[in-house]
């Protein structure tokens, strides 16, 4: 099964390391937010913090926090798009985006009575 998600068509997954997997091999169709907002945000926090030793401690502050915040945010964004698909699979399960929510569920099979008849 397919699923459209984020612009791009990706294939149902049925592990975890093949949706990583399969994140991987569309990079080019994810957008860089949540890596390129963790990293300025870490790089401010970083660079206040360090300036209590000075500016050397700013820029040493500055990159460090970059690099954590840019890993932080990696993780965030790979934990929502694995959120994300499964949210589509599990609507797709039962019926939001394949079109049969809310219909009425198929009438039981006819069944033959095994009682005699009268007559």
Do not use: Q, W
């Not at 970059?66 to 399960?93: C, F, K, M, N, P």
Request: proline share 8%; net charge negative; hydrophobic share 40%.
């Amino acid at each position: 099964m397919l699923l459209a998600m984020g612009g791009c068509i990706m294939k149902k997954h049925t592990t975890e390391a093949e949706v990583v997997a399969d994140i991987h091999a569309h990079e080019s169709h994810r957008h860089v937010g949540m890596p390129a907002a963790g990293a300025s945000a870490g790089a401010v926090i970083g660079a206040a913090i360090g300036s209590i030793a000075g500016p050397p401690g700013a820029i040493a502050g500055a990159l460090v926090g970059g690099a954590i915040g840019a890993a932080s945010g990696a993780a965030i964004d790979v934990d929502e798009t694995i959120h994300d698909r499964h949210d589509a699979e599990l609507d797709d399960d039962i019926g939001v985006t394949s079109g049969d929510l809310g219909s009425r569920p198929p009438p039981p099979p006819a069944t033959r009575s095994t009682a005699p008849e009268k007559g």
